[in-house]
């Protein structure tokens, strides 16, 4: 069990520029999740996946931000155009459900700065 | 809509001292409840778990009990260490409408403990 992946650890953008993060999930984990994190609170949740399916998307994810799973192995979360507001810690997480557990373990996340 | 209220930090303990992080939620449903905690430079970790009325988790010296009637999951621990300094999140995963059991996430509390 290596655990959650994120590529890149931190990324640096000029403000417009487009920008795409890597999660690598828990291998057999059938649920994949993306979190955004601002300085000083909690995440919040941005969309869901079970397995290749998009299933979920938070009010949070405007029309700029796009995330896919082919094949329902690892995810990309793209951010199109990017703005100052975008600046954050955005974080993946896997789970799997055996019986009623849905723990989700966490990757340790892309810090996205926007000047 | 769910939602988790957790006590304002930050929060000094000299070393031994006992701990307590108030927890309160709102939920729709029967939720499980969560605290992760994050230490500085790495991603979020599950620290304990309950998943129904009066179910007590416990990790690491750590414990919390999910309580209906108060709606409260209050993280204590008796003797607190230096390398439990951290930040400390409150969460709650309930299903929602796509059954994707994405986490709420209260604000954090960051916890530092002195020798």
């Known amino acids: 069990d290596t655990g959650v992946s994120q590529n890149p650890r931190h990324k640096i953008t000029k403000r417009g520029q487009n920008v795409t993060f890597r999660c690598d999930p828990i291998?057999?984990?059938?649920?994949l999740y993306w979190y955004r994190q601002t300085l000083g609170q909690g995440p919040e949740f941005l969309t869901y996946f079970q397995n290749e399916a998009q299933l979920e998307k938070s009010r949070l994810l405007s029309d700029r931000f796009s995330a896919e799973r082919p094949k329902g192995s690892f995810s990309t979360l793209e951010i199109q155009r990017t703005e100052q507001g975008d600046s954050a810690m955005y974080l993946c997480a896997s789970s799997f459900r055996p019986g009623q557990d849905y723990e989700q373990y966490f990757g340790p996340g892309t810090r996205l700065t926007v000047t | 809509g769910n939602s988790v209220t957790q006590m304002e930090g930050p929060v000094t303990l000299s070393e031994e001292a006992f701990l307590t992080i108030n927890c309160t939620y709102t939920?729709?449903?029967?939720?499980?409840l969560f605290w992760y905690v994050q230490y500085p430079g790495e991603g979020l970790q599950l620290l304990l778990k309950?998943?129904?009325?009066?179910d007590k988790g416990s990790n690491k010296g750590f414990e919390a009990t999910y309580r209906k009637e108060t709606t409260s999951f209050h993280l204590e621990k008796g003797s607190v260490q230096v390398s439990d300094s951290a930040v400390y999140f409150c969460?709650?995963?309930?299903?929602?409408?796509?059954?994707?059991?994405?986490?709420?996430f209260g604000k954090g509390t960051k916890l530092s403990v002195i020798p």
């Open positions: 291998s057999e984990h059938n649920r």
């Open positions: 309950a998943t129904k009325a009066d």
């Open positions: 969460a709650l995963s309930d299903q929602s409408g796509a059954g994707s059991y994405q986490l709420t």
């Open positions: 939920a729709t449903g029967y939720p499980s």
